[in-house]
């Protein structure tokens, strides 16, 4: 019996040196990963060379008693490069009445920059630099975007060079912020400033997600609320302004408000659902179809008429020539009819 105690003592001492090992390995893996946690360079390394930094000159005529002189001013923004062969997006705002454009590749090369076409409605513009070959940014899709998403900003904040900040998707959908006609912003804490306006908003995958335009702030410096343009929105009007040097939209020529509880009390309304007309645009497709100031919209398409910046953008979606069904009522009596849109306006920013 003794002989089998001294027999299995070895491998009871290697068992237990085993674990000793095992366990010391664990802590040292344990300390390693506390001191190296989960880091974007992997991303950020392939995103970075798409993004890059735009200077607008502006020249203008001062005039004082006896002379004449001309001042420049540089304004700073950021952009990301969206094909190979040098179509880049950026912010209107950025490039606004600039007589001279140049973009500051990643690598530090200077080209100057085409302006294409820039659609103030929603503050995007499209430049093209005669370069080839060059690191373009994968797109992704913005019916994956979630609320809680990580997600980086890449931009060239108050042109100290180009700077990667971190943060999630704090909300969708954002409108009625007031800074453009079409607001469907995706908001987030990152940290956007001055000079990441037409920067990169990315996921985990290294996607661009998001045209970094604008943040919300008392200061004019970050305060955890930035926002940006969904990428399918900015993708959408690119297409429109490479194909047609400027966004094609639908018009209808109409005003309308939500109606609230207290508005339909106030004025004796027939419904709460649906949106108050509350101006008509002569000759226009409202117009022609007899729609009048006081009518209720119930719905447009059979989609409910709810929410007027709903209704902007769906009237908006739609290119001049398609024919909408409208649902309405006036006084006691609804009514159906079919309308034709027309092309809206250039710079039409206020009615649908």
């Known amino acids: 019996m003794m002989k089998l105690k001294i027999y299995w003592m070895p491998a009871i001492i290697a068992i237990l040196l085993g674990a000793c090992i095992g366990l010391t390995t664990l802590l040292i893996q344990d300390k390693h990963k506390s001191q190296h946690p989960f880091s974007f360079a992997d991303i950020v390394t392939a995103t970075t060379p798409s993004v890059v930094s735009i200077y607008s000159q502006k020249f203008a005529k001062r005039h004082w008693t006896d002379k004449t002189a001309t001042t420049q001013t540089t304004s700073l923004g950021s952009g990301v490069i969206i094909t190979t062969d040098g179509f880049l997006l950026t912010n209107h705002h950025v490039i606004q009445n600039a007589q001279s454009i140049t973009v500051a590749l990643n690598d530090e090369r200077r080209l100057a920059a085409k302006l294409i076409g820039s659609d103030p409605s929603t503050d995007l513009a499209v430049l093209k630099i005669q370069l080839n070959g060059l690191p373009n940014i994968q797109i992704g899709e913005s019916k994956e975007i979630q609320i809680g998403d990580q997600i980086l900003a890449i931009g060239n904040p108050f042109g100290i060079g180009q700077t990667v900040t971190s943060g999630i998707i704090s909300a969708k959908g954002r409108n ?90 106030n004025l004796a309304l ?33 989609t409910p008429s709810r929410d007027p910046i709903q209704i902007k953008r769906l009237i908006a979606s739609l290119k001049p020539g398609t024919s909408i069904s409208l649902l309405g009522l006036r006084g006691q009596q609804s009514y159906q009819t079919k309308i034709t849109l027309d092309k809206q306006p250039t710079m039409q920013r206020v009615s649908h």
């Open 176 to 265: 009625s912020i007031g800074l453009n006609t079409y607001e469907n912003f995706l908001q987030t804490d990152a940290a956007i400033n001055p000079g990441n306006s037409g920067g990169a908003l990315v996921n985990m995958q290294g996607e661009l997600i998001g045209i970094s335009s604008a943040i919300y702030s008392s200061s004019g410096g970050s305060q955890g609320i930035g926002f940006a343009t969904p990428i399918n929105d900015a993708m959408s009007v690119m297409q429109d302004i490479i194909s047609h040097g400027e966004v094609i939209r639908g018009y209808l020529g109409m005003e309308a408000q939500k109606i609230t509880h207290n508005l339909a009390n």
């Open 270 to 302: 027939p419904s709460e659902y649906g949106l108050l007309v509350s101006d008509i645009t002569n000759e226009s497709p409202a117009d022609k179809a007899g729609i009048e100031v006081g009518d209720i919209i119930l719905e447009i398409n059979q």
